[in-house]
Nanobody
């Protein structure tokens, strides 16, 4: 089992930045594909990006969001710059053991509880 805990969310004005962290604990011996998702009120969960060795970022946030990881700390990061009000939502970290195979939420085994991001005008 792997436990994931997100942090770093908060309220920010449009144009601002936030960095989210996702710390993994438990059975972390195997390399994991780690992804970030978000869900806005009334909308479906949307994948932002994922990383195993490389990084994939969704077109909707490319150029503003970056994903990185520090395996020594079992931590993945989501750096969000030039934030917009439409970026508001709950942000989730997810993981699966092994390679990243798809961007579908169903392919990820482990989920954090989420951290709220609110961007105001």
């Amino acid at each position: 089992q792997v436990q994931l805990v997100e942090s770093g969310g908060g309220s920010v004005q449009a144009g601002g930045s936030l960095r989210l962290s996702c710390v993994a604990s438990g059975n972390t011996a195997s390399r994991r594909c780690t992804a970030w998702f978000r869900q806005a009120p009334g909308k479906e969960r949307e994948e932002i990006g994922m990383t195993y060795t490389g990084v994939w970022i969704a077109d909707s946030v490319k150029g503003r969001f970056t994903i990185s990881r520090d395996d020594a700390k079992n931590t993945a990061y989501l750096q969000m710059d030039s934030l917009k009000p439409e970026d508001t939502g709950m942000y989730y970290c997810a993981a699966r053991v092994g390679l990243c195979v798809s961007s579908h939420a169903a392919d990820f085994t482990y989920w954090g509880h989420g951290t709220q991001v609110t961007v105001s005008t």
